[in-house]
């Protein structure tokens, strides 16, 4: 018998007690998403609702600035459903000009500017 037989054979003894040694893939514990508690970083200040002369306007898009400022994309044209006495729906467009607007962290509206 030569000295690599011999290594071949204690590998082979070393991978079959690691084998025997290891738990088998359904007692190993499982990490399921729908059973993991996560916490929230954020929490809901308030609800943004844009308007335009009195009337509420579509938010496309919003950041902050660095002084806490809410900049929102408003207006442009969106479709708007009714529901007839039938029950039928009937779509219509609705243009409102585009804006940015500007809102202090109280939400109050500090500038609006035509896009």
């Keep these: ?4 037989d011999n ?3 204690v590998a082979l003894f070393a991978v079959g007690l690691l084998a025997s040694a290891a738990k088998p893939l359904e007692a190993a514990e499982k990490t399921d998403a729908t059973q993991t ?3 929230t970083t954020h929490k809901q200040a308030r609800v943004i609702k844009p308007m335009h002369e009195g009337k509420p306007v579509a938010l ?9 400022n809410v900049l929102a994309c408003v207006g ?3 479709v708007q459903y ?12 609705v243009s409102t000009p585009q804006q940015l607007q500007v809102y202090s962290p109280e939400g ?6 035509d896009l």
Aim: glycine share 8%; proline share 0%; aromatic share 8%.
């Design 1 to 4: 018998m030569c000295v690599f």
């Design 7 to 9: 290594r071949i054979r």
């Design 37 to 39: 508690e996560f916490s």
């Design 60 to 68: 496309n898009t919003f950041c902050l600035d660095k002084a806490g």
């Design 76 to 78: 442009g044209d969106s």
């Design 82 to 93: 009714v529901i007839n006495e039938d029950g039928s729906q009937q779509a219509t467009n």
């Design 108 to 113: 109050t509206l500090i500038r609006a500017v």
